[in-house]
């Protein structure tokens, strides 16, 4: 079992920034990818960033050159650095390790426009 707790989502302006904070534990076996999706209302989940055990990093086309996704291996927590914030980037945000299908509650992010 995998547990996953994210943190650091809130409202904010268009233009605004965040950092969104994500803790894994549980059974959890090196080396493994973690990752950052999100879920708009009426829309389906969606990949944002990802991240690998060697620290390369992927992100997507709506994201690229605003967000930055890191890592601390020995803490287990991944991180998401978003700026220039639209309002289309408003959406619950999940983190995910490698490819188990479990998920936390996610942490809401609102951008106002």
């Known amino acids: 079992q995998v547990q996953l707790v994210e943190s650091g989502g809130g409202l904010v302006q268009a233009g605004g920034s965040l950092r969104l904070s994500c803790a894994a534990s549980?059974?959890?076996?090196?080396?493994?990818?973690m990752s950052w999706y999100r879920q708009a209302p009426g829309k389906q989940r969606e990949l944002v960033a990802v991240i690998t055990s060697s620290g390369d990093t992927n992100y997507a086309a709506s994201v690229k050159g605003r967000v930055t996704i890191s890592r601390d291996n020995a803490k287990k927590m991944v991180y998401l650095q978003m700026s220039s914030l639209k309002p289309d980037d408003t959406a619950v945000y999940y983190c995910r390790v490698g490819g188990v299908n479990s998920w936390g509650q996610g942490t809401q992010v609102t951008v106002s426009s």
């Open positions: 549980g059974s959890i076996f090196s080396p493994y990818s």
